[in-house]
């Protein structure tokens, strides 16, 4: 643990990328799909880019700082919230300031940008709170524990660069499996991270989701891994939702790691037209029993179809099981 010589902050410091926009020759634009960035493994994969030819890509951030720990203490001031972008490969370094939101609070944004010419692999990108600390400016009082990954080749958002599904034969697993032993798929939230199981006694199930055999497997395959995405969303923001620590008075705070990044991610379609944090408390407090939570199931349902794109990929299947039907009848 290393030690400090000044006061630091003790709550966490979390990040998000909320858009990414590609610049490419003659100043074409392209907004990168949700696709290709994950606020739980907290990757951006440039590689899903539709056009190859981009030059630069600016990174929209929101930062969330202990705000009332800021207030309460008073050991700083002059704060300052910086976004760093830097890869070892190449030696870039990109440094932006983030503004303070206009409802003031904890929520600081902005956006960083990334020439693609400076970057040949996985740059990592910090959030750091800077301040003046007893009469010497910059010091560092905090930064997010767990950096972004920003990859410029990769066409999936994923840290280990292995997509996090196991194969396992329910029928024949642990205990716990066994009793579901009908399902196709289960997400565990029970780790570090959550991780989505293939029941491998489920026939065909395994070739479809890994897009093998015909252009028809191709497609429903597509469409099972949009719902097994939704699915993944739905389960995190339960368990989420239902690890909350809780201040003296009432006030519930956004856990620091991914199950806070889900939570910011989701809320506004969970609770539209207000802020994240009275969404939390208005969720808390229905989870609580102090209203329906029942009536919410809708709205995060949908909040995570909207995440996992399954109106997007279901109206693409349709169109290919269409032009599928036309190619064998013609």
Request: hydrophobic share 40%; charged share 25%.
């Amino acid at each position: 643990m290393r030690v400090y010589p000044y006061p630091r902050l003790s709550g966490p410091v979390t990040a998000r990328v909320t858009a990414v926009r590609l610049r490419g020759p003659g100043d074409a634009r392209e907004q990168l799909d949700t696709k290709g960035y994950s606020v739980v493994e907290q990757v951006v994969a440039l590689g899903r880019a539709e056009r190859h030819d981009w030059r630069t890509a600016r990174l929209s951030l929101t930062a969330t700082v202990p705000a009332r720990e800021i207030e309460k203490k008073g050991h700083w001031s002059d704060i300052a919230v910086v976004a760093v972008l830097t890869e070892g490969v190449s030696n870039a370094r990109t440094v932006a300031r983030l503004e303070p939101g206009a409802e003031g609070g904890g929520e600081w944004t902005g956006e960083i940008e990334l020439d693609r010419d400076d970057h040949v692999d996985r740059a990592s990108l910090v959030v750091y709170v800077v301040a003046t600390v007893g009469g010497i400016a910059g010091r560092i009082i905090a930064s997010t524990d767990r950096e972004w990954v920003v990859d410029v080749t990769a066409d999936v958002p994923l840290r280990d660069r292995e997509l996090d599904v196991s194969t396992v034969s329910f029928a024949r697993g642990s205990e716990w499996l066994r009793s579901l032993r009908d399902a196709p798929w289960i997400v565990d939230t029970s780790g570090r991270m959550p991780t989505v199981r293939l029941n491998s006694d489920f026939e065909g199930l395994v070739a479809l989701v890994g897009a093998q055999g015909s252009k028809v497997d191709s497609v429903v395959g597509e469409m099972l891994l949009a719902q097994m995405c939704a699915e993944v969303w739905t389960a995190v923001f339960h368990t989420a939702i239902g690890d909350l620590e809780i201040e003296d008075d009432g006030t519930p705070l956004f856990p620091p790691d991914w199950r806070g990044a889900v939570l910011r991610e989701m809320l506004p379609d969970v609770v539209p037209g207000r802020s994240v944090e009275d969404a939390l408390r208005e969720v808390h407090m229905r989870r609580a029993g102090e209203g329906s939570w029942t009536d919410l199931q809708p709205r995060i349902q949908y909040a995570a179809a909207r995440r996992a794109e399954v109106p997007q990929t279901l109206a693409t299947t349709v169109r290919n099981i269409e032009r599928l039907d036309q190619e064998t009848h013609a």
